[in-house]
C-alpha cells in the first residue's frame, strides 16, 4: 500500500471514529440539518431536539433581549408535532419565540429586498420621467402582486406600492402567531405550520374544526414552511383593505426616520378581519408580558459573518 493510500484509509477512519463518537454522545436528540450560505435550516424535528440544536448553537433569547445581540440564521422549518405536550408548559414560549423569530427577520429581509427592486424602478422613472417596457412590465407584475388599484399615473402606482411593500414590525408577528396558535399548539399550526390561522375561500387548505355559518365556506390555509406562513402573513398586512391605518402609520415612521414599535402600532389592528375586538390589546399584552420589545431593533447575523 502506498502513502496516499494509506493517509486516506487513516483520514477515513478518524472521520468515521469522529462520527460515531457525535452519534454516541447525541444519538437522534439533534435534527437533521442543511447549512447553506444563507443559513442553517433546521428540518422537522421534534420538541427537545430543537432544544438541544439551540443549545448547541448558543441561541437563547435572553442574551438578544438584553444585549441586542444579532440573531444567528438558524431557520426552522416546522412546528414539532409534539409541541403541545405538556412537559413543554413552562419552556414553550420561550422556545416557540426563538424558534420564529430568525425565520420573521428573514421574511423581512425577502420584503426588503422587494422593496429595494421597487425603489430601483422609482429611480428610473424619477431621473427620465417615464419607464423602458422592461420596466413597465416589471411595475404591473409588483401592481398585480400586491393588489394596487390600476392608474394612469405611474407616480400614484409608485406611492402606493412603496407604502405597501415593506416590512411589518417582528413582534407584532410575533405575539400574532403566539396568540393565534396557542404558542403553537394548535393542530393547524402543528400538522399545517398555520400558525396565523389565515382562511382560504377557494376549497384549499385544511377543513377547519370549529363550525361555520351558512355561506360560503373557509379553510385553513396550509404551508409547507413557517418561512412561508410567514411570508404569507406579511402579504396579507401588506394588501388587506381593513389594514390600510397600519400601512400609513408604518408609512410615517419612515418618513421621519424614526423605528416602528409594534408595541406602538397594535392598536391600528383593531380592525383585522375574523379578529375580536380586544385582539390589539392581546397583541399589546402579549409584547409587554414578555419584554418583547426590543427584538423589533434586532436583524439577523449578516450573509458575509454567517459565512464566517
Known amino acids: 500500500m502506498n502513502k496516499k493510500a494509506r493517509y486516506i484509509l487513516i483520514f477515513v477512519f478518524i472521520a468515521a471514529i469522529t ?3 457525535v452519534y454516541f454522545v447525541f444519538g437522534n436528540d439533534l435534527p437533521s440539518v442543511r447549512e447553506t450560505p444563507d443559513g442553517v435550516f433546521v428540518s422537522a424535528a421534534k420538541t427537545a431536539q430543537i432544544q438541544n440544536y439551540f443549545k448547541r448553537a448558543g441561541y437563547n433569547m435572553l442574551p438578544h433581549l438584553t444585549e441586542k445581540k444579532p440573531v444567528p440564521r438558524i431557520f426552522v422549518r416546522s412546528v414539532p408535532k409534539d409541541f403541545n405536550k405538556e412537559k413543554f408548559d413552562e419552556e414553550r414560549p420561550a422556545l416557540f419565540y426563538e424558534m420564529l423569530l430568525p425565520v420573521i427577520l428573514k421574511a423581512n429581509e425577502t420584503v426588503a429586498a422587494e422593496r429595494e427592486q421597487i425603489m430601483t424602478l422609482k429611480a428610473e422613472f424619477d431621473e427620465k420621467g417615464d419607464l423602458t417596457s422592461e420596466s413597465m412590465d416589471k411595475l404591473e407584475q409588483w401592481v398585480t402582486r400586491y393588489d394596487v388599484k390600476p392608474s394612469d399615473d405611474i407616480g400614484t402606482l409608485f406611492s ?7 416590512m411589518v414590525s417582528p413582534t407584532l408577528l410575533l405575539a400574532m402567531a403566539a396568540e393565534d396558535s396557542g404558542f403553537g399548539t394548535s393542530r393547524y399550526a402543528r400538522e399545517y405550520n398555520a400558525i396565523f390561522n389565515q382562511r382560504d375561500w377557494d376549497g384549499n387548505g385544511a377543513v377547519p374544526d370549529e363550525p361555520q355559518k ?7 390555509k396550509v404551508f409547507p414552511s413557517l418561512y412561508e406562513a410567514v411570508l404569507s402573513q406579511i402579504h396579507y398586512i401588506n394588501t388587506n383593505g381593513y389594514l390600510g391605518n397600519y400601512r400609513l402609520a408604518r408609512a410615517g415612521y419612515r418618513r421621519t426616520h424614526n423605528q416602528i414599535r409594534g408595541s406602538s402600532v397594535a392598536y391600528l389592528l383593531i380592525n383585522f378581519p375574523y379578529k375580536h375586538i380586544k385582539y390589539p390589546d392581546i397583541i399589546s399584552y402579549l409584547i409587554s408580558q414578555y419584554k418583547l420589545a426590543p427584538l423589533d431593533l434586532l436583524s439577523l447575523v449578516p450573509i458575509a459573518s454567517a459565512e464566517k
Not at 402606493?160 to 415593506?166: F, S
Not at 351558512?214 to 385553513?220: N, S
Request: proline share 6%.
Open 214 to 220: 351558512e355561506g360560503p365556506q373557509y379553510r385553513i
Open 19 to 21: 462520527g460515531a463518537g
Open 160 to 166: 402606493a406600492l412603496i407604502e405597501r411593500v415593506d
